[in-house]
């Protein structure tokens, strides 16, 4: 059994990874945010000891240690643009690092962290779920076993809807999060480059606080893709169904839809990383270069 700490427990993807350290049959033993609406904690780990100050945190990890009971993994659900910092702290604590998406806000953040890797000998872990969703692997398996020098036409709608408290959140300012292409775009983006190969070109058509699109040459495809957190964006028949996400890939105009599963893999993804088959640095990198172009483009410095 390991032990895990985790950083920023009241947000809203914390409880993805109480259940993701649960369900592997791992402990937490301590949490922290600055935040104190943490009753997640009791359905999960009622014995964690919770802190509000990080350096009343960073004490505890420290007696845990000199007790000789290290923290393996500390797991870090803070916003993004704190991520790097919160990676270095684990990293140079002695624990491998497990961060949610998007790893870092921008490429150079990530040459920092290979650096620390080396000095450190510990891992960087990063979810990146959709590689995990059998619709996806399916999709892949198929492209590997096609024509190799096809131009796939795909065409990609990806709606995620959320109220009015996302923009209010950090996850409503750029400078935190990076936008809605980098927050949620990122995941489209690492999943349409680990099917269809580099990035040639990326184009930027429109862009809001509440969607984005445009188009991205890969390799093997020319994707038209369209990112929304407007409810009023997803189709009638779906919303009719109760459903508030609506994620769909158009292949050749045969669709693949994985609006399910989604957000299931976060166990998926840490079995993974307890294996030693985590995703790392150079696997997040591209997705990292693309999101922080498509930010140049939308203030139009490219
Ligand atoms: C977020 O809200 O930060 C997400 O990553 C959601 C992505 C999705 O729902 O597809």
Redesign the pocket.
Known sequence: MKNFALIGAAG??APRHLKAIKETGNNLVAAIDKHDNVGILDSYFPNADFFIEFERFDRHLDKIKRKGANVDYISICSPNYLHDSHIRYALRYGADAICE?PLVLNPWNIDALQELESETGKKINTILQLRLHPSIIALREKIKNGPKDKIYDVDLQ?M?S?GNW?HISW?GDLSKSGGIAT??G??FFDMLMWIFGKVQDVTLSSISSEHASGILHLEHAKVTWFLS?NYDHIPQEVRDKGKR?Y?TLKLEGEEIEFSEG??DLHTKSYEEILKGNGFGLVDAKPSIDIVYKIRKLAKGNV
Do not use: A, C, L, S
């Open positions: 809203f993807i998406k990806y995620t959320r996302y996850k927050n949620i990122i995941h957190i996400t994620r989604f957000t």
